[in-house]
């Protein structure tokens, strides 16, 4: 018993003294983080000791605050020393509001990755990372160097050198959206960054941070700022981007936006040795071959961007350059992307002094209306083409219709907004429409007078083009009367082309079988390869062609006009199901005003409209019955 008792002893003074050590060490780690807390708040302290103006967005940010919280001539004591290539840990950050979570990281004081968290009404990801995935889309996952990291071109051969020494965070506020870091080297050079994310109901879009940049001079000579860089972030392509068209570095100066394909960096054989490049594994271009300043700067893919926009100092340069993503995504087709910066010409920095660099960082979809709203021509971003105006037109109808279905049909509100787009561009052009039609019937009505004139004047192409004009004359007939209709046509499908490839609304829209709006359809059990709704509207042409008379006499246009719709198939066939799906209503309509003019009895020729009654064939008729015996009548001898 005793034996027992002194065990039972034992692990009750074992257990003690185990439960005193922990809680001498709970003790400890909490005076340690009180510790930093209070070295943080001093440095805060001598961050904004000196008065200076304070951003706008800043002093919103911060409850209107008149005093800077940038560090100009007091930098805390001790000096934060780190070197460039830091074996210390990565500290991560995040900030959010209600459309994004920013993950900012200690290495190099910049953006780690944003992730798109907005949702929709019925409570789904408006921006889920795949189909049907609950993780939100996360742009910037996987780069090698953060966004709005900086970098330096010490060797001056144009391209960045890797610099992502370890900051300390000196002020953070979740609630406002703020965070500092700062860093400062052993030969006394130091860098203040901050950052502000928008709140709904701000002045800015809430997708755009604001940032600003301090480089202060502590040490005892001039600090080169000559070639320094921002990088503006990195994408990796889209499977509806088959051929890498929107995955691009963006730059736009002297009033024109140029963009940065990856063939860039592929290279090119050309056409027969014409215009053929080598491939390349970087991209660089000063401030005088770009054209004159860069204003913005930008990294996209099918539906997300980033734009750097200097509020203060215009860019100098533009870099841009592929990256291997590998390692954050799975998919082969998908793991090359690309990446890029602004270069900036600051001069030297004076002992004693600091230079800055403030600028907007806009990370989220690529949508017109927002694009546009940030006032530096960011619109250019969406690559609207030719037709862009028309784009814009059909995009701001587009947006209106599925604002008033998304209540209605919430999951397939885009699909439905497309035929009714669809019905509404045919509303406008039935007029246009209606004349071809009747003009493709008036030629039907015309067809076997224009064989006797072929056959009768097979042999002299002159004579036959004469009386073929004189037939169309006399039955008031233009061969030419429906070409205004397609015309306009033409640059309305290039227009809807452009604006529904890269709207990042029709992304993993469904509607009917169509998972996704923005990529061509396939189908449960199929082959990837199979897609229906192009073949849909392949047999949609086929009704509309042979309801519709061919306008021409011409065997080898006759024959181009009967292949037209396999034409159409292997041009459409790829396309995102969103734009066949137009095509194919498109199609359907157009049968229906066919049907519905066909079956319409002739009206009488009036000024304006098509007569398409034989003009010799009533005198005939009139004849014939002239000397035809009346019935109940008597021969005459």
């Keep these: 018993m005793d034996k027992k008792n002194t065990i039972f002893g034992v692990l009750l003074i074992g257990a003690a003294i185990f439960l005193m050590s922990q809680d001498m060490r709970t003790k400890q780690r909490a005076a340690e983080e009180q510790r930093k807390q209070l070295t943080q708040t001093e440095q805060v302290k001598e961050a904004v000791s000196n008065p200076e103006a304070l951003p706008t967005s800043v002093a919103e940010a911060t409850g209107g605050e008149t005093r800077s ?32 979570r920013v993950t900012f990281t200690s290495k190099g004081g910049a953006i780690k990755h944003v992730a798109f968290t907005d949702t929709m009404p019925d409570g789904r990801l408006k921006y889920p990372a795949t189909l049907n995935s609950e993780e939100p889309y996360i742009f910037g996952a996987g780069s090698e160097k953060p966004a709005l990291a900086i970098s330096m071109n010490l060797d001056s051969d ?101 963009f940065i394909k990856m063939s860039k960096f592929t290279g090119s054989k050309g056409f027969m040795g014409m215009g053929a490049s080598p491939e390349r594994d970087a991209f ?48 082969p087709d998908l793991q090359m992307g690309m990446t890029g910066a602004m270069e900036f010409d600051l001069g030297s920095v004076p002992v004693g002094e600091q230079k800055s660099i403030r600028a907007s960082y806009y990370v989220g979809p690529k949508e017109y209306f927002r694009l546009n709203t940030l006032g530096q021509n960011q619109d250019e971003i969406m690559q609207f083409g030719f037709f862009g105006g028309i784009s814009k037109i059909l995009l701001w109808a587009l947006v209106g219709i599925h604002g008033i279905l998304v209540h209605v049909a919430p999951t397939w509100g885009w699909g439905f907004s497309i035929i009714l787009l669809t019905c509404f561009i045919k509303a406008l052009l039935w007029p246009l429409t209606q004349v071809q039609v009747k003009s493709a019937k008036a030629m039907g009505k015309i067809q076997a007078p ?36 397609i015309v306009l046509q033409i640059p309305i499908f290039f227009a809807l082309f452009y604006m529904l490839r890269t709207s990042s609304d029709l992304r993993f829209s469904p509607f009917l079988w169509i998972k996704d709006l923005s990529v061509p359809d396939t189908l449960p059990f199929m082959p990837d390869w199979f897609h229906l709704m192009p073949l849909l509207m392949g047999a949609a ?42 095509w194919t209503v498109q199609n359907c309509i157009s049968i229906l005003q066919q049907w519905l003019t066909n079956r319409k009895r002739d009206d009488a020729p009036k000024d304006g409209v098509i007569d398409v009654t034989p003009a010799k064939e009533p005198a005939k008729k009139k004849a014939a019955n002239a000397n035809s015996p009346k019935k109940g009548g008597k021969k005459k001898r």
């Design 158 to 258: 144009g391209v960045p050198d890797e610099f992502a020494p370890d900051f300390t965070v000196t002020k953070i506020d979740k609630v406002a959206g703020v965070i500092q870091f700062a860093y400062q080297d052993a030969s006394g050079g130091a860098i203040v960054r901050n950052y502000v994310l928008t709140k709904e109901g701000g002045e800015q879009d809430p997708y755009v941070i604001q940032h600003d940049t301090h480089f202060i001079n502590k040490s005892d000579k001039p600090l080169p700022l000559e070639a320094m860089f921002l990088n503006v972030g990195s994408a990796p392509p889209t499977k509806g981007d088959v051929r890498k068209e929107f995955l691009n570095f963006g730059y736009y100066a002297a009033g024109d936006a140029e």
């Design 450 to 485: 224009m064989k006797e004139l072929q056959e009768k004047y097979k042999d002299n192409p002159t004579k036959l083009q004469q009386e073929t004009m004189k037939l169309f004359k006399e039955n008031k007939v233009n061969p030419a009367a429906g070409c205004l209709p």
């Design 69 to 100: 919280v940038f560090a100009a001539a007091d930098l805390p004591e001790p000096a934060i020393v780190a070197a460039p290539e830091s074996d210390l840990p990565e500290q991560t950050y995040d900030l959010a509001n209600e459309h994004i």
């Design 541 to 582: 042409m086929v009704v509309q062609m042979r309801m519709t008379p061919t306008p021409t006499t011409d065997n080898m246009q006759r024959k181009i006009f009967q292949f037209m719709p396999l034409i159409f198939l292997a041009f459409c066939y790829k396309f995102p199901s969103g734009l066949v799906l137009y």
């Design 284 to 331: 660089y271009e000063g401030m005088d071959n770009a054209g004159g300043e860069i204003v913005w700067v930008s990294i996209k893919n099918q539906f997300f961007t980033s734009v750097l926009t200097p509020t203060d100092a215009l860019g100098s340069g533009i870099f841009a350059k592929p990256i291997d993503l590998g390692e954050s995504i799975e998919d």
